[in-house]
């Protein structure tokens, strides 16, 4: 949800919070800004050479070569258009000749492959079925025309390009045709939402109500098992199980699910349907409070990759898939454009850092599709996807590195949004906020660090609200010589009339902390982690004294203490190993034995080193325990 530089065609939406333009921020060094740039000069390339194959599908429907080999899943359209919004985004910023290359060659092979009627989905043009929209569960059809939209969106927004903008005009006026209650239409939708993202982001950039309407008839039309009759298992995998304004937490196959609640929130919005947004608020709520991962990773189960019950999150087989964790920062933005609650933007940077960024390798050239937060000593897992295997070059199911791309590729638009009459700063990087109430100049190693200066280099009379963290206790806002406490999951606000020079300063307070987990969750009573900032640490075998393997650790001193460096630091506390069991099942319970140090390291950085043993959770067993 972002807006071009001459700004949306549609009517502006009644949210709190409007987001900015898109050359407003620049990221420049310091964390996210190097996360940024690393993804245009490394992953998006790599990219291009995974997916080159699969551009061999558009090149062969257009040709009309039926009996040519197909290359890929019936989804793989859509992450090439993932890839292909990532190099929009990059575009926007970058001098790289490759990336305008890549937009117009790929665009010419889109629009080649596009039936005259509109419709687009290769694996069904090369004749891999006979028939389209045959199996709307499975087959990804809308799905893949819901990417191309987004794609299209963002090559207009980033380029002005409008090439596959018509495109995208022309797959949306099909879909508006084929779907919904007319006489001419048929009842369903697509078994993997992503469409009702596209089209609304397509009515704000062409005005076009029709789009919008198709976007609510496809989330309104979930839940009444159009998809699966008789089989509620399978509907519930499909977000089909209840309506959405039903829904009291999501269920099912995660990133199906937190797309879906995403597209509803953005309908909700753009329809005023402030029911419909109290209901998904929550939807949200109960999946951080029941169904979430302390990383913020979302989907317990490896069947279905799908959510739990309430509370049934395993540490040691947890999913908690890489595209759950974009699509639930996608569904916070949304939810923090509309009512301005700092808890959702909280969400999204601890996502970011602890549910996203370890998705990919510290060099940005390999991924993890699951994110486990327990590694046990010689685990031996056949499956690619398992963390135990390490990251991997790529997936043929790809969408978690294409996810992260265009991800990475557009991190500028979760900085800051506005009022109109003022400015809210979300997340904290190093770099520049332009807007016609002010311009800004940040500086900052965060979350190295918890200072932030802001500088004041052009200002009209206008407010400028800061957002204290949730964990931020003795936060302190400095301007000039005043100094404002921070109240945390608040937002400090200033009003008043800047001067050039002017200077803010924002000190978050990173003593690490132990948190500990919820009764309920089995495996974990008893245990805690350790946090510092915004960041998740694990204890990772590499890092501990020889002979001492993870599973066996065990905290004993709430104490910890920083390792400083080069970057984050490492953390260290006291601890212990539990004393040798020869059987399974004892009459008496386990006691430690030698006293160890335990060393913890950012869980974004984990297994780029040794691929081994790692956890999250660790035993705490002090003398008061």
Known sequence: MTTNDQGPAAPVAATVLRPLR?????????????????????????????????????????????????HGPNYEDGEAYKWLEAVAWEAARSEDPRLLDWLESRTELIAAAQDEDGYLGTFVQSGQRDKRYRQLDFDHEIFNMGAMIQSAVAQFRATGRTELLDVARRAADHLHRTFGTGQDQREGFCGHPVAELGLVELYRTTGEQRYLDQAKYFVDAHGRSILAPGNPGRAAYLSDRIPVRETTAPEGHAVRAIYLAAGATDVAIETGDTELLGKLETQWQNMVQTKMYVNGGLGSRWDGESFGNPYELPSDVAYGETCAAVAGVQWSWRLLLATGKARYADLIEWQLYNAVLPGVSLDRSKYFYVNALQVRADSDDSDKRAPGNGRQPWFGTSCCPTNLMRTFASLQHYVATTTGDGLQIHQYAAGTIETDELKLDIATDYPVTGRVVITVREATSASLALRIPGWAYGAEVTVQDEVI???????????????????????????????????RVEGIRGSVVICRGPLLYAVEQVDQPDGVIVDDLIVTSPRLDEVLGDGVPLITARGATWKPQEVLYADEPARPADVVPITALPYYQWANRDVGPMKVWLPLMTQHS
Not at 489 to 512: E, F, H, I
Request: charge should be negative; proline fraction near 7%; charged fraction near 25%.
């Open 22 to 70: 898109l050359r407003d921020v620049r990221l420049e060094g310091s964390f996210l800004g190097e996360l940024q740039a690393t993804n245009g000069t490394v992953s998006i390339p790599k990219g291009a050479e995974h997916l080159e194959e699969q551009w061999d599908n558009f090149r062969n429907v257009a040709k009309g070569a039926a009996d040519a080999e197909y």
């Open 485 to 519: 406490p921070g109240v945390p999951g608040t937002y400090v606000k200033v009003n008043r009339a800047w001067q050039a020079g002017d200077r803010l300063v924002l000190n978050l307070p990173m003593t690490p902390r132990l948190v500990h987990g919820h009764p």
